[in-house]
């Protein structure tokens, strides 16, 4: 499809998100949604997206477009099931799962993956845990029983995903913390 549009616009809509307009009109999901962020400074980035299209439009140059689709599309309709499925990956998740050997080992996975399990670490209470040779060669690892409730808890229940807060009320408090 063409760029057929000739001004991107973003418009506060009456649930107190951002809309993306084209030409004044609202852009829609593939499952026919407004297209909404909770903030302008999210919207802005999105409009720029569309704003930047040269001829055909590419999704693959639109992130937070197709992003934002998911979000209010997939995610939406059925949070807990998204949060599930979270949970399920996070269980298994070998950046949750370190080996205790041999040292230059742990040394990389801590300089790789600490900086960006800091926050979701803090935020959670949780820490990776280390990994025998043994189940590190199987890569058979799940979160011990005693964890998987609070992943769920927190997956669901006391950070709820940013991306289900979009289309209810367009806050994103899981992120404000700390």
């Known amino acids: 499809m063409k760029r057929f549009w000739k001004e991107v616009e973003v418009a506060e809509d009456a649930e ?6 084209l030409d004044g009109r609202s852009v829609k999901t593939p499952a026919r ?62 950046a ?35 990994v025998s ?3 590190a060669r199987a890569l058979r690892t799940a979160a011990p029983p005693a964890r998987r409730p609070r992943q769920r808890e927190t997956s669901s229940a006391s950070c709820p995903s940013p991306l289900r807060k979009w289309h209810r009320n367009g806050s994103n408090e899981c992120f404000d913390r700390g």
């Open 96 to 130: 949750c799962y370190r080996s205790d050997w041999p040292p230059e080992l742990v040394t990389r996975q801590a300089e790789s993956w600490d900086p960006l399990l800091r926050r979701p670490m803090s935020i959670f209470r949780i820490r990776p845990s280390g």
């Open 33 to 94: 949604e407004a297209l909404r962020a909770p903030t302008k400074a999210l919207a802005d980035a999105i409009a720029e997206e569309w704003n930047a299209v040269e001829g055909e439009i590419d999704p693959r140059a639109m992130p937070l477009t197709g992003l934002a689709n998911a979000a209010i599309d997939r995610i939406a309709p059925d949070p807990a099931t998204f949060a599930l499925g979270l949970t399920r990956y996070a269980e298994a998740d070998l």
């Open 133 to 135: 040779r043994t189940a």
């Open 16 to 21: 107190g998100g951002w809309a993306i307009q």
